[in-house]
């Protein structure tokens, strides 16, 4: 009797353990920033990706086309490629939809004496041949060593050419970096590793005296829309994304 109940016990001790086993390797491996996939919460509150690591769709050619082929997906990066470009073409792109009241949330680094800029409200038709010319600017800039860092409203961070940042947060090249722009009735913030660095008011009398001291001034109806796209610049400078997410507010 005392020989049975043994050999019972031994059996049930390896059965577990064959269970435990499969258990363990059948465990996903926890989600990284490199696979930017959306919680539970955060789809309930109404976030979308504009970019989920693998593929780039949601996008196109400012102006019209599939996106261009200096747009990679790297590691689960969205990279601009702009070391390799051979010609004076643009690749900036911009969303397939527009938006209004929004909040945009990114991550970003810059190559080496890097340059590049996100844009938001861009309007695409063909009285405006490039985005710049419609939509207002957070700057991406190698604060160290790109020759814009000299000037004021032209460091990371900055709204270009109209605010400059409240402090500067911005990391060394190569390094990523927290991006959020927030747009609701008329009242725009930008935040920069986890600091709120620029907040202003659009379209009142002070916002049209920023353009109308700013080099935006030579084009009319800059940053005078209220709905537009949001735009990855294309700015001869290799420049990676990821984390890209928007919610309608």
Not at 62 to 76: D, H, I, R, S
């Amino acid at each position: 009797m005392r020989k049975i109940l043994i050999f019972a016990l031994a059996a049930s001790l390896i059965a577990c353990n064959d269970r435990s086993s499969k258990k363990e390797e059948t465990k996903t491996e926890p989600v990284t920033n490199n696979n930017p996939l959306l919680t539970e919460e955060e789809q309930k509150d109404g976030w979308k990706l504009l970019f989920d690591g693998t593929a780039i769709n949601g996008w196109h050619n400012y102006g019209g086309g599939p996106v261009g082929n200096l747009w990679k997906v790297e590691e689960g990066n969205l990279k601009y490629a702009g070391s390799e470009k051979k010609d004076t073409i643009g690749q900036d792109i911009v969303t397939d939809e527009e938006y209004d009241n929004f909040d945009l949330k990114l991550d970003w680094k810059i190559d080496t004496a890097g340059n590049s800029g996100i844009l938001f409200y861009v309007q695409e038709d063909a009285a405006h041949p490039k985005p710049y010319w419609t939509g207002p600017e957070m700057q991406i800039l190698d604060n160290e060593r790109h020759e814009d860092r000299k000037y004021p409203k032209h460091r990371a961070g900055d709204l270009y050419d109209l605010i400059s940042c409240s402090k500067e947060t911005v990391k060394p090249a190569l390094e990523w970096n927290q991006v959020e722009i927030k747009s609701l009735n008329g009242k725009l913030d930008f935040f920069l590793n986890g600091e709120n660095v620029v907040s202003t008011t659009m379209w009142d009398d002070n916002w049209n005296k920023m353009i109308a001291a700013s080099k935006f001034k030579q084009w009319p109806g800059f940053g005078t829309f209220k709905k537009g796209k949001i735009c990855l610049q294309d700015h001869d400078c290799n420049v990676w994304f990821r984390n890209i997410k928007i919610k309608k507010l």
